[in-house]
């Protein structure tokens, strides 16, 4: 517990510093600036952006890509509620209500709403995110640096491959179970995919502690 605390407090300080606010402020005002544009996308802004960010400290590097991260997601919310042109499968839900507000008048109001409801979501996945991977960082270093540097290569690439097939299998049927299902479908999707994420996870681990 005094590591997972003195990890959460090394990463707090880095965050909260002058430096980290400031490449997080203009990693969310490039992000929405490219996002806003119809069909550019959370992973495009990201690709064209990154460049950006060779030159500069890891730590503060990786704030401002999770500014642009952030900010692309915002961004492509605004064309979604004044146009009625979500450029992603993530925007069209806000673009049912939105957009109708827009037209009543009422914009800023869907674009407030859109920011703060943006802004929560994000803070309490975020804690929720960082609490399980310091949990299991430290509930399980022991046993993966246990592991040949082989298998821990192996490992980390089926993490990373499963978070990518699986972000792109929820983009791709996200918007199809919504239309046929409403939010139901939207999260029976979300729930399968994270127990196929889980079992293959599963299965990975129990093949590398053999090696």
């Given at each position: 517990m005094d590591q997972l605390l003195q990890n959460i407090a090394l990463g707090l300080s880095v965050a909260f510093s002058l430096e980290g606010l400031l490449y997080c402020f203009i990693g969310v005002f490039l992000g929405t600036l490219v996002g806003v544009l119809p069909g550019i996308g959370i992973m495009a802004t990201l690709a064209m952006l990154m460049p950006i960010t060779f030159h500069l400290d890891p730590n503060y590097a990786l704030i401002m890509l999770g500014g642009i991260y952030y900010g692309a997601s915002y961004g492509g919310s605004t064309a979604s509620i004044l146009m009625n042109l979500p450029g992603t499968a993530t925007s069209a839900v806000t673009g049912l209500d939105g957009y109708p507000m827009a037209k009543q008048g009422r914009a800023g109001q869907a674009l407030f709403m859109t920011a703060i409801a943006s802004f929560v979501g994000s803070i309490v996945g975020v804690i929720l995110l960082d609490f399980a991977v310091q949990v299991s960082l430290v509930s399980n270093q022991h046993l993966v640096y246990a592991l040949r540097?082989?298998?821990?290569?192996?490992?980390?690439?089926?993490?990373?491959?499963?978070?990518?097939?699986?972000?792109?299998?929820?983009?791709?049927?996200?918007?199809?179970?919504?239309?046929?299902?409403?939010?139901?479908?939207?999260?029976?999707?979300?729930?399968?995919?994270?127990?196929?994420?889980?079992?293959?996870?599963?299965?990975?681990?129990?093949?590398t502690q053999s090696c």
């Open positions: 540097p082989d298998a821990r290569a192996r490992l980390n690439t089926i993490f990373m491959g499963t978070m990518f097939l699986g972000g792109a299998a929820g983009s791709a049927a996200a918007a199809p179970a919504w239309l046929a299902f409403g939010w139901p479908g939207t999260v029976a999707i979300g729930l399968a995919l994270a127990g196929v994420a889980t079992v293959l996870q599963s299965l990975a681990w129990g093949r």
